[in-house]
């Protein structure tokens, strides 16, 4: 068969595209409508595990970036693969304006597409072709197609593409906006399709060593989560006493790191919404813990179950333990926040930086994440609520804006419209994603770390107040705007004219 031959699997494919429906398909239109659309299709199995990976309500639409960003960033962030995605023109645009935002510097491949491709099949073929052509070994490990909402919809069988071309493997993926609520969980999808490439490839037979495992032979820890660089260096100190290293970091920046992950003692799942992960390492037989070492108890927490799910020596974890925590302790007490905070995020890990904050001290009201509760973040969700802090999942737009209006916090942590919001309002803001996430928090280095761009963001207070009686009534109410003789007219103001 040749490249352009059909496949006769494809003929079971028989897209249907609603055009009559007058709701536009997509995330500004009815999510409704595709999953109603997409029912039955060849991916519904995928579908029902998508409900069960990454449960919704009572917010299950994407109020951020589209949440297939998740996934082609962690195609583009890894060395020798080639990312394609499949759908809509406009939201093909949006994820490569967003991945080069934040600094791809890589080509993103796309298959555009129009009714007539999309209920013929040709859009399939058209798919296969593409990964035909990127399929070269010397320039590539593995080519990831991306199947956004319209083609999820139409049920494109991805799976239908072969799994290796020239020995480059394909991996066809749906991640539409309906089924993946937020870009943390898309991330797991891609992660998720490629550990169980891995396992897959692993069971047939021998894979190609990881660079760098041969001269250390301790029993490695899998992070899962992107993390500061700084952080993993942080916790392979932390893991040293225990006889243990720290391994990859999972989504992984090379293919062979996924062999190393999946040889790991153990998995730390840093953040605590990989649920699909977690079911390759559990199928690969390696156990997994959650939480991860931030601040003095959840540290102490971390390294008696990461200890003991090693098998270390008591006594010797109970002494790193307290060592720890002892010198985590100073560094907060040397660097306390001393401010009424609300936080919110869609990364996953808002729970990690609210403990460290109310260790440092912070008077912290409120967390919300985008991201849903799972097993890995029970532990921090009731320690945190026992310290007298709201916690809410999947939190919307709305909860989080409530907060800072309820709780009238010094500083506000959140995502743009958030920052936003409190900054018209005079209040000191941060940005989770660029300003909270891009620091270390692990360890002793994550308590100093966290407070200095919290204390200075709350000492800019003063200049938030001078912006504010300076452009005090500017841009509110009928001093917003242009007004003209005829907008005037229009709303109802008195004109010149009128007095004239
Ligand atoms: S692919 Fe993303 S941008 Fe496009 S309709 Fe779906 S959720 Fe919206």
New binding site residues.
């Given amino acids: 068969m040749t490249m352009s031959d059909p496949d006769p699997a494809v003929q079971d494919y028989i897209p249907v595209v609603n055009e009559d429906s007058g709701d536009a398909?997509?995330?500004?239109g009815s999510s409704r409508l595709l999953r109603d659309e997409a029912a039955g299709k060849a991916n519904q199995e995928i579908l029902d595990q998508y409900a069960k990976d990454y449960p919704v309500g009572p917010h299950d639409q994407?109020q951020s970036m589209?949440?297939?960003f998740g996934s082609l960033r962690v195609g583009l962030r890894m060395r020798r693969t080639a990312t394609v995605l499949s759908?809509?023109a406009?939201?093909v645009y949006?994820?490569t304006f967003t991945s080069h935002f934040y600094g791809a510097r890589r080509t993103v491949g796309y298959v555009p597409f129009d009714s007539e491709t999309l209920v013929t099949g040709k859009l399939f073929e058209d798919i296969r072709e593409s990964v035909h052509i990127l399929a070269d070994p010397d320039k590539y490990d593995a080519v990831v197609i991306i199947n956004?909402?319209?083609p999820t919809a139409s049920g494109v069988p991805l799976d239908l593409l072969p799994k290796s071309i020239n020995g480059v493997r394909i991996i066809g993926i749906d991640v539409?906006?309906?089924g993946v609520p937020t870009h943390a969980e898309a991330k797991d999808v891609l992660a998720a399709a490629m550990l169980k490439y891995a396992r897959t490839e692993i069971a047939a037979g021998p894979v190609a060593r990881p660079s760098g495992t041969e001269a250390d032979s301790k029993p490695a820890v899998a992070l899962l989560g992107e993390i500061f660089p700084v952080d993993a260096i942080i916790i392979d100190k932390l893991l040293a006493p225990l006889g243990a290293s720290a391994g990859p970091v999972v989504p992984t920046r090379e293919w062979r790191e996924l062999y190393a992950a999946l040889d790991s003692s153990l998995v730390a799942m840093l953040h605590p919404f990989y649920s699909a992960c977690n079911r390759e390492f559990t199928a690969a037989g390696k156990p997994v813990i959650g939480s991860a070492p931030v601040g003095a108890e959840g540290t102490a927490e971390w390294l008696e179950a990461v200890g003991s799910a090693l098998g270390a020596p008591a006594d010797i974890i109970a002494k790193h333990r307290d060592a720890m925590r002892t010198a985590i302790t100073s560094a907060i007490q040397a660097n306390p926040i001393k401010a009424r905070i609300t936080l919110s995020g869609y990364e996953g890990s808002e729970l990690l930086v609210g403990r460290l904050l109310v260790e440092s001290g912070a008077d912290l009201r409120y967390v919300g994440s985008a991201c849903p509760a799972t097993r890995w973040n029970a532990r921090d969700r009731e320690w945190l609520e026992a310290h007298g802090v709201t916690v809410k999942f999947r939190a919307s737009l709305e909860d989080d804006l409530c907060a800072v209006d309820a709780f009238e916090p010094d500083l506000a942590i959140g995502t743009t419209p958030v920052v936003q919001h409190a900054k018209q309002q005079g209040t000191p803001s941060l940005y989770f994603t660029n300003l909270i996430s891009a620091r270390p928090l692990m360890g002793p280095a994550g308590a100093g770390s966290l407070s200095q761009v919290i204390n200075t963001a709350i000492n800019n207070k003063a200049r938030f107040d001078s912006m504010e009686s300076f452009f005090e009534g500017v841009g509110k109410g009928d001093s917003a705007g242009v007004w003209t003789e005829d907008t005037a007219d229009r709303a109802g103001l008195v004109t010149p004219r009128e007095v004239a």
């Avoid at 398909?25 to 500004?28: A, N």
């Fill in positions: 398909p997509g995330c500004g994407p589209c949440p297939a759908g809509s406009c939201c949006g994820l956004l909402c319209v539409p906006g309906f």
